[in-house]
């Protein structure tokens, strides 16, 4: 039981980088494209799936030995929509402006792969505490996706970040950033980001300073 | 008629809901490596829609007045079990359907656009008419994306691209031009 708390921190903190759920495995893509066209709405929609991951993995790693095998997926998403349905009617209540912004995808974080994914491949193997860690880990990871996609789509596409205006009166908004469009782009050259990243950590590690620089290297 | 044949297109080309509200990206980036899945996958995805549509109009108009607050629940549970049905039929008529659909036939239930249709439908207020032509449009637009999107994929396999660029970053990227090709359907139906 002595490496209690590193294995803590280590679920802790796998989510956040090394298993971003976004940006490294690619699961609940549709939240993270449809309401980030500003960076407020990103928070916002990080917070309320750290909630519904949250209270789920605590509901479902404390049941793990008492559900049956056979109908375990549709009792994660009964537990799973419940916590949504929470969410939906607490920030209607409290803050009615985000959820009318973030409009149907608030219910529609039930159908957020990594969420259920995250029930089926550890809440439902792991006690309590790793289970929490874990949830807290990849939900942050989670959310700190969600506000750079929104941040760089509020940035190009409104010429502001959190409503304040950051540039004069000169610059022109490149609109199609905060349109559909823009999302895709946005995910996609933050993927990218992150590979080139961990590409050019790896080579480092293995001594070969000059292979990074080339533009033969990184073609197939 | 008027009304019908503007929600159909509307549902599947100018509002495609892959391209223009981002649902059933799993599936599209997760079947879109070949073109026959794909196609397939799409027809899944139609009769899925087709069947949630009429249980979210019946469950809506007659259960739904009394208990609002099961919604979600009630929606989610007629999802799953229409996909249980539709893995049970592709078993049955298609094993090599099947096995190449994999993880992603149980993952219909998790498909956003699912969901997504049901939740619009009723926000809408469509009728039971409308709310099947609808789905019928949903179908065909993340259809028409899936197979376009495989086509693509396809001819990519080929070509001589950055390493680190291959693959999913590249994808999204292709999807979103994509998206912006789709962006060009919007003055369709000016007037309304």
């Known amino acids: 039981m002595s490496n209690q708390p590193s294995r803590f921190n280590d679920e802790l903190v796998k989510g956040l980088w090394k298993e971003n759920p976004v940006f490294v495995s690619a699961l609940g893509l549709c939240p993270a494209l449809a309401v980030t066209n500003s960076l407020i709405n990103g928070i916002a929609m990080g917070a309320a799936t750290f909630f519904v991951l949250f209270g789920s993995s605590l509901f479902v790693s404390l ?29 209607a209540a409290v803050l009615p402006e985000i959820h009318k912004a973030l409009g149907a995808f608030i219910s529609l974080i039930v159908v957020n792969c990594l969420i259920l994914g995250r029930q089926e491949s550890f809440a439902s193997k792991n006690p309590v505490s790793a289970s929490l860690a874990d949830a807290i880990g990849m939900a942050g990871g989670f959310t700190l996706a969600l506000s750079m996609i929104g941040g760089v789509r509020e940035i190009l596409g409104n010429g502001s970040l959190l409503g304040y205006p950051l540039f004069g009166d000169n610059f022109e908004p490149w609109v199609i950033m905060i349109l559909p469009p823009g999302g895709f782009f946005t995910l996609g050259a933050l993927i990218f980001t992150f590979s080139w990243y961990k590409q050019r950590v790896e080579n480092k590690k293995s001594d070969s300073p000059d292979q990074e620089t080339t533009f033969e290297s990184w073609v197939v | 008629m008027e009304n019908l044949i503007y929600i159909f297109f509307s549902a599947s080309i100018i509002n495609n809901f892959t391209l223009a509200y981002f649902l059933g990206l799993c599936p599209f980036f997760g079947v879109s490596g070949k073109l026959d899945t794909a196609f397939r996958m799409g027809l899944a995805n139609i009769f899925v829609l087709v069947i949630t549509s009429s249980c979210a109009f019946v469950l809506n108009t007659y259960l739904l007045t009394a208990a609002p607050y099961l ?122």
């Open chain 1, 63 to 91: 049941l793990r030995n008492i559900i049956p095998k056979p109908v375990r997926i549709s009792l994660y998403i009964l537990i799973i929509a419940t916590f949504v349905t929470v969410v939906d009617f607490g920030l």
């Open chain 2, 71 to 192: 919604k979600l629940i009630s929606f989610i549970f007629v999802i799953a079990s229409t996909v249980q049905l539709v893995e049970m039929i592709i078993k049955k008529m298609s094993p090599a359907l099947f096995k190449a659909l994999g993880i992603f036939l149980p993952l219909i239930t998790t498909n956003c656009a699912i969901l997504g249709l049901a939740l619009f439908q009723v926000n809408r207020e469509y009728s039971f008419i409308e709310g099947i032509v609808f789905a019928i449009g949903a179908g065909v637009g993340l259809t028409i994306a899936l197979v376009i999107m495989a086509g693509i994929r396809v001819d990519t396999e080929l070509a001589k691209v950055p390493k680190l660029l291959k693959g999913v970053a590249m994808n999204f990227l292709i999807a979103g031009m994509l998206s912006l090709a789709f962006m060009g359907f919007a003055g369709l139906f000016s007037s309304t």
